[in-house]
C-alpha cells in the first residue's frame, strides 16, 4: 500500500479503526454473554436464592468503552511498526528489518524497570525489619511500606514483561535444546521457535502475567494460612474453649470421645472486673473455677511452673491479653469485682493472692483469664455465670484434622442453645476458610487470562503453519509423516507453555513471598511455602490446553498433500 501512494497516516488510522471496530464487537459480545450468565445463575438460584437480575446500562457502556480503549493502545504497537519502515523494508519478512534501535531501546528500559523494582523491595523488607517486623511502625509507615512493596514488585514484573523478548526465547531455545534430542519432530519444533521470537515473545508474555498472578495468589494464601497457624499457636495456651450456659455432662463426655481430643477440663466460670492490675483502667477477667492445678496443667500448652492453686489465692497471667502490658498486683493481691445481681444494682468484692505465670491467652472475649479454687463457687463468693469447656488437641495424631476436630466439637453442642466455640483452632478455620474463598474468587476470574493465553498460543501456531506452508510441504515431501508434523506442533506448543509456565510460577511464587512477609510480619513468623497443588494444577492445565490449541493448527498443516502445499506456496 505504501508503494502504490498509501500515506503513513492512511495506514496508522487504519490500523487503529481495526483496532477500534475489533474491541467494540469483542465488548459487546463479551457484555451479552456475562449477562446472560448472570441471569441464569439469578434464575437458577445459585448464587443466592431470590436474588434478582438487574441490568444497568453502566454495565454495558463502561465495559464496552474499556475494551474499546484497551484494544486500540493495545494496537499502538503494530501500527507503529506499519508505518516506520519504508516501503521496500515493508517487502521484506518482519524477522529481516532493523530493529536493533527499537530493541535496545526495550532492553534499556525493562532492566531500568527491573533494578528500580528489585532496589524498591529491598527497601520494603529493610522497613520491616527496621520496624520490628511492622509492630512499631504507625499506620502511616505500615502503608507506605505496603506500597512501596506492591510498586516494586510491578515494577520488577513490568521489566520482565517489556524484557521478554530477550529472555524468554533464550530460554526456549535452552529447553528446546534438550527436547531437540528426542528426535525429528522435537528438532523442528525447536527451529519454529526460534523463527519469530518477537511473536513467540508475546505470546509467552501473555501466558506468563496469568500464570504469574494465579501463583502469587496462592503463594500469598498459603503463606497467610501457615503462618496465621503460627500466630495463633504461639498467642493462645489452649487449642478450643467452649463456654455456655448449658453445656451438659454429656456433652462434655461427647466432647472428650472425639478422636483428637486428649484431655479437656469442664468447670464454672463468671465474668469479672480486675481492678487496675495493669495500673490504668480496671480490665474484664474470667474467673473458672477448678480441683486443683493439675486440671489446668493437663489441657494449658504452657509452662506452669511451681503454681499452685488454694482457697485464698488466683492464678493469673503476667500479661494483658488483650493490650499486651503486664499485670502487676498491689502488695502481690488481686482485687475483683462482679454485680450482685443481673441489674446491676449493687456489687461485691474479691480479693485473692495473686500468683502469676507466664501463660498466653485463654479466651479473646477477656484481658486475664484466672483459675481459682471451685470452693468459691459453693461457698457464695462467686456465682457461675456460665460454664466453660477447655479442650486440648492432638492434632499430630494420625487421622486427624484440625477441621475434624472443630466440626465434631461443633456437632457434639449443637443441642446447646448459647454454646460459644473459640479459640486457635476455630480462629483457624474462620481465616483459612476466609482466605480460601478469596483466593477462589480471584483465581477464577485470572484463570481466565490464562485461558486467553493459550487461545493466543493457538494463533500463533496457526499463524506459524500459514506463514510455513512451503516448509511443511517439503518436510512431506522429504518423508515426514503427518503424525510427525503434528508431533511438531504439538512440542512447540508445549515449549511455549511450559516455558512461560515455569518462568510464571517461579516469578509468582516470589511475589508471594513478598507481599506475604511484609503484611503477616505484623503476626508472627512468616512461613514460605510453595504451593505445589496450585501451581501444579496450573501448568498442567497450560500443557494440556496448549496440546489442544496445537490440533486444529496441526490438522490444516498436514490435510493439504504436499504437491498442492508446493504450488500453492
Request: proline share 2%; charged share 15%.
Amino acid at each position: 500500500l505504501r508503494t502504490i501512494g498509501a500515506k503513513k497516516g492512511q495506514l496508522y488510522g487504519s490500523v487503529l479503526f481495526e483496532a477500534a471496530v475489533l474491541g467494540f464487537v469483542a465488548s459487546v459480545l463479551g457484555v451479552m454473554l456475562g449477562s446472560l450468565l448472570m441471569w441464569g445463575m439469578c434464575v437458577s438460584d445459585i448464587i443466592q436464592e431470590g436474588m434478582r437480575f438487574n441490568f444497568s446500562w453502566q454495565a454495558a457502556v463502561i465495559p464496552i468503552l474499556f475494551g474499546i480503549v484497551v484494544t486500540v493502545l493495545a494496537s499502538l504497537g503494530s501500527a507503529r511498526s506499519a508505518t516506520a519502515v519504508t516501503p521496500l523494508e515493508a517487502l521484506r519478512p518482519i524477522e529481516l528489518t532493523d530493529n536493533r534501535r527499537s530493541s535496545l531501546t526495550r532492553a534499556i528500559i525493562g532492566i531500568l524497570m527491573v533494578v528500580v523494582g528489585i532496589a524498591m523491595v529491598v527497601f520494603s523488607i529493610w522497613r520491616v525489619q527496621a520496624t520490628n517486623g511492622g509492630e512499631d511502625a504507625s499506620s502511616d509507615q505500615f502503608t507506605m511500606i505496603l506500597l512501596v512493596a506492591i510498586a516494586g514488585a510491578a515494577l520488577v514484573f513490568l521489566g520482565m514483561v517489556v524484557t521478554a523478548v530477550f529472555w524468554m526465547p533464550a530460554l526456549m531455545k535452552g529447553v528446546g535444546a534438550l527436547a531437540s534430542l528426542t528426535g525429528p519432530s522435537a528438532t523442528v519444533a525447536h527451529a519454529n521457535i526460534q523463527k519469530n521470537q518477537r511473536r513467540i515473545a508475546a505470546t509467552g508474555a501473555a501466558l506468563l502475567i496469568g500464570v504469574t498472578l494465579v501463583s502469587t495468589i496462592a503463594t500469598g494464601a498459603a503463606s497467610a494460612k501457615e503462618t496465621m497457624n503460627g500466630a495463633l499457636a504461639t498467642r493462645y495456651s489452649v487449642d478450643i474453649v467452649a463456654m455456655g450456659d448449658d453445656i451438659s455432662q454429656q456433652m462434655v463426655k461427647d466432647v472428650a470421645d472425639i478422636n483428637g481430643v486428649s484431655d479437656t477440663l469442664y468447670a464454672p466460670a463468671v465474668s469479672v472486673t480486675l481492678e487496675k492490675a495493669d495500673g490504668t483502667q480496671p480490665t474484664s477477667a474470667l474467673l473458672v473455677g477448678v480441683k486443683n492445678i493439675d486440671q489446668v496443667k493437663q489441657v494449658m500448652r504452657a509452662n506452669l511452673g511451681n503454681a499452685s492453686i488454694d482457697s485464698d489465692g488466683v492464678l493469673m497471667p503476667t500479661y494483658n491479653a488483650q493490650t499486651g502490658k503486664e499485670l502487676q498486683f498491689a502488695n502481690g493481691t488481686a482485687d475483683f469485682s462482679t454485680e450482685w445481681n443481673q441489674d446491676g444494682d449493687a456489687t461485691r468484692s474479691l480479693t485473692l493472692q495473686a500468683n502469676q505465670a507466664d501463660y498466653r491467652r485463654v479466651s479473646a472475649q477477656y484481658g486475664a483469664v484466672g483459675f481459682v479454687d471451685e470452693s468459691h463457687f459453693t461457698n457464695g463468693d462467686l456465682d457461675a455465670a456460665t460454664h466453660v469447656l477447655l479442650v486440648k488437641a492432638d492434632t499430630d495424631k494420625s487421622g486427624v484434622s484440625v477441621d475434624g476436630i472443630y466440626n465434631d466439637m461443633q456437632a457434639a453442642l449443637e443441642k446447646s442453645t448459647d454454646a460459644t466455640v473459640t479459640g486457635p483452632i476455630a480462629e483457624r478455620i474462620v481465616w483459612a476458610k476466609m482466605i480460601d474463598s478469596m483466593m477462589m474468587l480471584l483465581v477464577g476470574l485470572i484463570a481466565v487470562a490464562v485461558l486467553i493465553a493459550l487461545v493466543g498460543v493457538a494463533n500463533t501456531l496457526s499463524l506459524s503453519v500459514i506463514e510455513r506452508t512451503r516448509e511443511s510441504a517439503t518436510l512431506r515431501a522429504i518423508g515426514m509423516t503427518r503424525g510427525q508434523l503434528r508431533a511438531s506442533l504439538a512440542i512447540e506448543a508445549l515449549l511455549i507453555s511450559l516455558v512461560s509456565g515455569i518462568a510464571g510460577i517461579l516469578l509468582g511464587t516470589l511475589f508471594g513471598w513478598l507481599g506475604a512477609y511484609v503484611v503477616f510480619s505484623l503476626y508472627g513468623t512468616v512461613v514460605f511455602p510453595f504451593e505445589w497443588g496450585v501451581n501444579g494444577i496450573v501448568l498442567a492445565v497450560a500443557a494440556v490446553a496448549a496440546l489442544l490449541a496445537s490440533i486444529a493448527p496441526a490438522r490444516r498443516a498436514v490435510k493439504v498433500p504436499p504437491v498442492e502445499a508446493l504450488a500453492e506456496a
